[in-house]
């Protein structure tokens, strides 16, 4: 079995109003950031993942952020994962 590290990016669905990037938007500008857009705030999760293949371990994370990490009603995901190097390979 192999470990991997999964880096998990949880934001709101596209419609749906991000009242608190928007309220951060709103600070951004009085305080003269005014050129600065479209603020999306959203959710970063990480953790370890043990799995036969990178391709089972991404379905695993994939179900579990369907199932709980994210709400699928309001937020979008995105899983990247990497490869942990076993005790053995870094001596």
Known sequence: MQT??????ITLRKGILDV???TVEQSLHSIGFD???????GKHVE???RAES?????????DACA???ANPIMEDFHVALQPVA?????V
């Open 47 to 49: 953790l370890n993942v």
């Open 86 to 90: 076993s005790e053995t390979e870094a």
């Open 4 to 9: 991997f590290h999964a880096l998990i990016t």
């Open 35 to 41: 050129t600065i857009a479209d603020v999306h705030i």
């Open 54 to 62: 990178e391709s089972e371990a991404y379905a695993l994370v994939q």
């Open 67 to 69: 199932k709980l990490i």
């Open 20 to 22: 608190q990037g928007k």
